[in-house]
């Protein structure tokens, strides 16, 4: 299976990100921004707002003279002992902050084995879990998360995929025929996030954006109750945004 990795804004702001990292690791007394700056060739505003977000998930610290220097969540993602764990609980920290900025459910999905997975979710009581009353792993067709999925995929992927689910009507709304999907697969932009209009279940929209780190296919997603439907686009937005920091963290952890 081929993947088909076209690089998102998100993916672009990750790798930056870990310039600058790889950057501030070379100095063990600390590194000035005006140093960061000229090193890694990024413009002023650039390495501001990827210091912030650096320093908020814990992968730099500012000292007292204002240098940089790494910070505590570096050195637990990059352990060797407990780095899944790690990695895991870091990924939580995001999306439950992601998830009372957007104010929506907030999920992590892979394709592993063949297979759809939500690997973990943030959710609260103003931002509930969409009822998962079909398994999500015989509804990639129908759910933001699952098309995202099949979308970072190459044709074969996707029609061995569909070979093996049948593209069931879950709602008035959902597709079913595998020559549209496919084609609809094939004409969304990787920068654009898939969208769910109450296609899995009545009463739910999502999105969903891609968050793949080499050969892992990933994606992140939220839904609203329909009520929300209105704030969708800009919830989608923000979700975009937000998800460097999560592609972040898994670049860290393969590396």
Not at 57 to 78: F, K, M, N, S, W
Not at 95 to 124: F, K, P
């Amino acid at each position: 299976m081929a993947l088909m990795h076209e690089p998102t804004a998100p993916y672009h702001s990750a790798q930056d990100a870990l310039r600058v990292l790889e950057t501030v690791s070379r100095h063990s007394t600390g590194v000035t921004d005006a140093e960061l700056a000229r090193q890694t060739r990024l413009g002023t505003e650039r390495l501001t707002a990827l210091l912030r977000m650096l320093r908020r998930e814990g992968y730099v610290e500012q000292i007292a003279d204002g240098a940089y220097v790494t910070g505590v969540a570096l050195g637990r993602l990059g352990a060797a002992h407990g780095r899944d764990q790690a990695l895991r609980e870091k990924l939580q920290q995001t999306i439950d902050r992601l998830r009372d900025s957007v104010g929506a459910a907030i999920y992590i999905s892979r394709y592993i084995d063949g297979e759809v997975h939500v690997t973990q979710c943030a959710t609260s009581p103003s931002a509930p879990a969409v009822n998962e009353w079909v398994d999500f792993r015989s509804a990639a067709h129908a759910s933001a998360a699952g098309k995202s999925l099949l979308g970072q995929l190459d044709h074969n992927g996707r029609r061995d995929h569909l070979a093996r689910h049948k593209m069931a009507r879950l709602t008035s709304r959902t597709i079913t025929s595998e020559r549209l999907l496919l084609s609809r697969l094939e004409a969304q932009p990787p920068t654009v996030p898939v969208l769910d209009l109450q296609e899995y279940a009545v009463g739910t929209v999502c999105a969903a954006v891609p968050i793949t780190a080499g050969a892992s296919v990933g994606c992140l997603a939220l839904s609203l109750p329909v009520e929300h439907a209105h704030r969708l686009r800009q919830a989608a937005d923000t979700l975009n945004r937000g998800a460097t920091p999560v592609l972040l963290s898994l670049a860290i952890q393969a590396a």
